[in-house]
């Protein structure tokens, strides 16, 4: 008989309506949905009638304070990620935080002194690395005698295109025209800590693509191939919409391309190459659940070429994700996906934007 883990959930946008409630509505053994928090009004409304819940906030710590939650999700904007995760922390809730857990190091800090005072779990949603044909990748990569090379690689269409056409999002513009002031001014000053208060638009943008969506690549590449000695070059253009990379290992180098364009599609993996097999993670969008993560294989045996593709299961890499971060809250699992695993992708990010700036050549903007 599993003991069910209470959870309030911070923020109802697009994530929260396609992925975490119905998962968590799915996984009625495990969790019940005990409270919900939104600064739209309407939202809220429309979402706690939708999932029967009767406690309804638009006050993100008022729900942290609520005795009978065990755990909270906080999938709001990412300004506000610290502040919502340490008020929880602070009420011995166990915490699951949308990437990025944050936009800089002295947060992530605050963060880990926050748990470690209180005792309580945070785990970071890097759903990808809970994928089972990543997981099988991992395994299959520490059996390999020599890495001749690897790539990773996120050029994706809009996530508005997927959704338009897979889904039903609510949106409400109820909400205080201060708030949108006050998100702008937060994200400035954060992404200024970070990488430079004269830092330009364009390796702003940049950064905060490394944050959101190659955040994602960088960490699973960490934990595939393990982190880069450096970083040898790094590019942006059209205004930190595209960012390419060369990472330097012991003995391979790795290429690194991310960007988002107008274009219907999600081409995401990682690729790894030795001298006689090949590797490759294939990602599609997680806005349309259950659309496989694969393995694909190529190797060479006896003169002989294979190809395979393994789909371990139709499972969405969310779904694992969530009943990982069940046994977190109910049996002390320290996460993979921690704080201070998450401040070594804040080192690469700090990295990237540092080699960026001394490149010679000038970014291009279109």
Not at 188 to 196: C, D, L, P, Y
Request: glycine share 4%.
């Amino acid at each position: 008989m599993f003991k069910k883990v209470r959870v309030g959930l911070i923020g109802l946008g697009e994530v929260a309506q396609i992925i975490h409630l119905p998962i968590l509505a799915s996984l009625t053994d495990r969790y019940e949905i005990a409270a919900l928090c939104d600064i739209s009004p309407q939202l809220l409304q429309v979402i706690g009638e939708k999932y029967r819940v009767k406690n309804l906030y638009t006050d993100a710590k008022q729900l942290t304070r609520q005795q009978d939650i065990d755990a909270v999700f906080v999938l709001n904007s990412d300004e506000y990620h610290t502040e919502c995760v340490i008020s929880a922390i602070q009420h011995k809730k166990h915490v699951l935080v949308e990437k990025p857990m944050c936009l800089t190091k002295s947060e992530a800090d605050e963060i880990i002194r926050a748990r470690d005072k209180h005792g309580v779990q945070v785990m970071v949603g890097y759903m990808r690395r809970f994928a089972p044909a990543f997981t099988e990748a991992v395994e299959e990569v520490k059996k390999l005698k020599k890495i001749n090379y690897a790539r990773i690689r996120d050029i994706i269409g809009p996530n508005s295109t997927f959704i338009e056409q897979s889904s039903h999002v609510y949106r409400f513009n109820d909400f205080p025209e201060e708030a949108i002031i006050d998100k702008a001014n937060r994200a400035k000053r954060m992404v200024q800590e970070a990488i430079g208060e004269d830092a330009p638009q364009e390796l702003q943008s940049a950064y905060r693509l490394l944050c959101g969506l190659s955040s994602h690549d960088l960490s699973a590449m960490r934990e595939l191939i393990g982190v880069p000695n450096k970083v040898v070059s790094a590019y942006q253009w059209n205004g930190g919409r595209f960012i390419s990379a060369i990472f330097e290992y012991d003995d391979f180098y790795a290429t690194f391309e991310t960007g988002v364009d107008n274009i219907i599609r999600f081409d995401a993996h990682l690729e790894v190459f030795s001298p006689t097999k090949q590797l490759k993670v294939q990602y599609d969008s997680p806005y349309i659940r259950h659309l496989p993560t694969t393995l694909n294989v190529g190797e060479s045996v006896n003169n002989n070429y294979h190809e395979q593709t393994l789909r371990p299961t139709f499972k969405d890499p969310y779904t694992v994700e969530l009943e990982y971060f069940y046994d977190v809250a109910t049996k002390g699992l320290t996460p993979k996906t921690s704080p201070e695993d998450y401040k070594e992708d804040l080192h690469l990010f700090s990295q990237i934007i540092d080699v960026i700036k001394q490149s010679n050549v000038p970014a291009k903007t279109n």
